[in-house]
């Protein structure tokens, strides 16, 4: 029982810790992709998103490096503080290139606290609880990109303020990850770069519907203004919908981490495509549906789809332990890095070339291909109490 308490307490200080990286990445993502959209083609606007990609993947290498010479719990606030300071450059800047170097230290330091966040979230997490824990965290996360693109939809010509305000935040997140520095420093085993690969071959579906999920995520929060003025919204209305989708993010993973622990991890994963699918289809027709209708597709595209992702982790959570579950962790955030790169500029361009009903289409068939492909080959393992 004790043992239980001391394992809620570090759950909840990294939850906590980590309510920052949404916060800051639900911040900077909507309110550049809206200052530099008056500038540049939306090509161009993708590009300068996907350094923050960039920036993540530098951060997988960074971690092990840290990790084996000062501690995990060390890198992981290190991080938050190189997440501060880039906040605070993005606030008093506003050349392409210096966003551009900004949005990637931003990018590297999240990606220090997330691969160390998540990986001891799944070593003090119960197999049969780890659905739910991995909801919540979802969520938690989620938080910050609902709170972000709501305030710049409010707020959008005081960016300035907006970003010292999440630098001010995020370096509040050094409270509660210092209460768990030695936990977490006692409980995650040092991994290499050169395990990642491998990781990804052992377990190549938990990776696929992560690399999904993400990449999505990374063209709504960035893109999604962009879309919407192409279907003849105004951008005030887009950025409307990031929130939305996000909201659903939201909302939706606590009930996708009981699905997960209660109906099994295929059939959840497969429900998320699912929905996913059914959303984007009809989106296709979102400016003839008007704004409630394609709110209300918004909503459940962001629960169902970032599902994928809370699925993702406790999938490797079942999958791997020990040094195996650092590398796997790194693994995830690599491929979450290499979506947030390319997928920004493939919708750009995509957007240039077909418009958003293109692109509609395009998202819904990668969809139906991951359903179908998951259906037919999709067998991971499920938590004990689901299999009796």
């Known amino acids: 029982m004790q043992e239980i308490q001391t394992n809620g307490r570090i759950i909840a200080a990294l939850i906590s810790g980590v309510l920052i990286y949404g916060l800051a990445m639900g911040t900077t993502y909507p309110l550049l992709g809206v200052l530099l959209s008056a500038d540049v083609p939306a090509v161009w606007n993708g590009i300068n998103a996907a350094a923050t990609g960039l ?11 840290l990790g084996r010479q000062f501690g995990a719990g060390f890198t ?17 800047v506003r050349d392409f290139w210096a966003l551009f170097a900004a949005r990637f230290l931003l990018g590297c330091g999240a990606n220090m606290l997330f691969v160390v966040a998540e990986t001891a979230l799944n070593v ?6 780890r659905g739910r824990i991995m ?4 969520a938690a996360v989620a938080f910050g990109f609902v709170i972000g693109p709501a305030v710049v939809a409010v707020t959008p010509d005081t960016p300035l303020l907006l ?61 999604l203004p962009v879309i919407a003025l192409d279907q003849s919204y ?17 909302v939706g993973q606590p009930a996708v981490g009981i699905a997960l622990d209660h109906f099994g991890r295929r059939q959840t994963v497969l429900g998320c495509c699912l929905v996913s699918l059914g959303s984007t289809a ?3 027709f979102g400016n003839r549906f008007g704004f409630w209708p394609t709110a209300l597709l918004m909503f459940f ?12 982790l406790a999938l490797i959570g079942d999958r791997f332990s020990g040094a195996a579950l650092t590398a796997a962790t790194a693994a995830f955030a690599a491929v979450y890095a290499v979506a947030s790169i390319i997928s920004p500029v493939l919708a750009g361009q995509t957007i240039d070339s077909v418009g958003a009903e293109g692109f509609y289409m395009i998202i819904a068939v990668i969809y139906l291909a991951a359903l179908l492909c998951g259906a037919a080959f999709f067998r991971p393992l499920e938590p004990i109490h689901h299999r009796a």
Do not use: K, Q
């Open 234 to 250: 105004p951008i005030e209305t887009g950025v409307m919908f990031v929130t939305i989708f996000h909201i659903g993010l939201l």
């Open 282 to 284: 009809l989106l296709f």
């Open 55 to 65: 920036g993540l993947l530098s951060g997988v290498v960074v971690v092990p490096i």
């Open 135 to 138: 909801g919540v965290y979802s």
């Open 76 to 92: 992981a606030l290190s991080g938050v503080i190189l997440m501060a300071g880039s906040l605070v450059i993005l606030a008093i």
């Open 163 to 223: 970003l010292l305000i999440c630098a001010f935040a995020t370096l509040c997140a050094i409270l509660p990850l210092g209460f768990v520095r030695t936990a977490v420093d006692c409980a995650i085993r040092p991994t290499s770069v050169t395990r990642i690969l491998p990781a990804v071959i052992a377990f190549p579906f938990a990776f696929g519907f992560l690399f999904v999920a993400s990449a999505i995520d990374a063209v709504v929060i960035s893109l």
């Open 124 to 129: 003090f997490a119960e197999p049969a609880r």
């Open 301 to 312: 595209w962001g629960g169902a789809n970032f599902g994928l992702y809370t699925g993702g």
